[in-house]
Nanobody, 119 residues
Framework: QVQLVESGGGLVQAGGSLRLSCATS????????AGWYRQAPGKQRELVAD???????RYADSVKGRFTISRDNAKNTMYLQMNSLKPEDTAVYYC?????????????WGQGTQVTVSS
């Protein structure tokens, strides 16, 4: 059974930094595209950043220049470095990945990690 587990969330003051990690478990043949999403209270889930298997990245305009997505293919782990955090970054952050396993190629989500930025 493939699972994604996020960690690294917490409470931070505006201007601070956090690094989120998304660890995978289970029998994994390949991770294709992966991304970080967030959902604030009363809002729809939105894409924050994603990264292809080749390392190409894209970011939401609201986080460009502040957030960096990366991946360690040897560890099947994804990261989101968040700098210069703002109160509007407060949300539950989820990782998502397209994973090929014994079950074929499927999209998987983590359970989410809370990020709270105080002003």
């Amino acid at each position: 059974q493939v699972q994604l587990v996020e960690s690294g969330g917490g409470l931070v003051q505006a201007g601070g930094s956090l690094r989120l990690s998304c660890a995978t478990s289970g029998w994994i043949l390949r991770i294709s595209d992966a991304g970080w999403y967030r959902q604030a209270p009363g809002k729809q889930r939105e894409l924050v950043a994603d990264i292809t298997s080749g390392g190409s990245t894209r970011y939401a305009d609201s986080v460009k220049g502040r957030f960096t997505i990366s991946r360690d293919n040897a560890k099947n782990t994804m990261y989101l470095q968040m700098n210069s955090l703002k109160p509007e970054d407060t949300a539950v952050y989820y990782c998502n990945a397209q994973i090929t396993s014994r079950s074929g190629s499927n999209s998987y989500w983590g359970q989410g990690t809370q990020v709270t930025v105080s002003s």
